[in-house]
């Protein structure tokens, strides 16, 4: 089936069996090999990219639901140049080990941040009127469908205090 992504700020044209996943679309058909294959099964967020915006596991969603949305990978958050404030905060902060997970950890963080500037409610706040923070609690009940086997969690909560920190 004939389909366009805007991927990175970059129109491309597809043709894709209809079965064909978010990440294998990426990976295997645009080449972009930053957003990882993890479980497979949407439970390790390592191939977490933004939609629209918004952060979703590449994994579970397939290519076709997205014909003509915009999708940005870690390839599309900085260049090595000019990083992504969250990337250089990673690297400052050694939220990565063996940094398999981390293009979803870098993903889901951003987008974490935008959830709170925009007021999207969590299960951690205790006053669901009030507008929510970037606070250690709140930032990590956000980040828990991210997994790392190395452990480098209170290294990737630093990187985004940092950023959030940044940010107002």
């Given at each position: 089936?004939?389909?366009?992504?805007?991927?990175?700020?970059?129109?491309?044209?597809?043709?894709?069996?209809?079965?064909?996943?978010?990440?294998?679309?990426?990976?295997?058909?645009?080449?972009?090999?930053?957003?990882?294959?993890?479980?497979?099964?949407?439970?390790?967020?390592?191939?977490?990219?933004?939609?629209?915006?918004?952060?979703?596991?590449?994994?579970?969603?397939?290519?076709?639901?997205?014909?003509?949305?915009?999708?940005?990978?870690?390839?599309?958050?900085?260049?090595?140049?000019?990083?992504?404030?969250?990337?250089?905060a990673f690297v400052k902060h050694d939220g990565?080990?063996?940094?398999?997970?981390?293009?979803?950890?870098?993903?889901?963080?951003?987008?974490?941040?935008?959830?709170?500037?925009?007021?999207?409610?969590?299960?951690?706040?205790?006053?669901?009127?009030?507008?929510?923070?970037?606070?250690?609690?709140?930032?990590?009940?956000?980040?828990?469908?991210?997994?790392?086997?190395?452990?480098?969690y209170s290294n990737i909560a630093d990187a985004m205090a940092e950023v959030a920190g940044g940010?107002?």
């Open positions: 089936m004939p389909m366009m992504l805007k991927v990175n700020g970059q129109k491309r044209s597809l043709s894709l069996d209809t079965r064909t996943t978010l990440l294998d679309a990426l990976r295997e058909h645009l080449h972009l090999t930053g957003t990882k294959k993890g479980c497979d099964h949407g439970q390790c967020g390592a191939c977490t990219v933004l939609v629209n915006g918004k952060r979703i596991n590449s994994c579970l969603s397939l290519a076709i639901m997205h014909d003509g949305d915009e999708i940005t990978t870690i390839e599309g958050l900085g260049t090595p140049d000019k990083l992504h404030p969250m990337q250089a990565y080990q063996c940094g398999y997970c981390t293009p979803g950890q870098i993903c889901s963080a951003v987008a974490v941040l935008e959830e709170i500037a925009r007021g999207v409610p969590s299960h951690v706040q205790d006053d669901l009127t009030a507008a929510p923070r970037a606070t250690n609690m709140e930032m990590r009940e956000r980040m828990s469908g991210n997994i790392c086997r190395c452990g480098a940010m107002g």
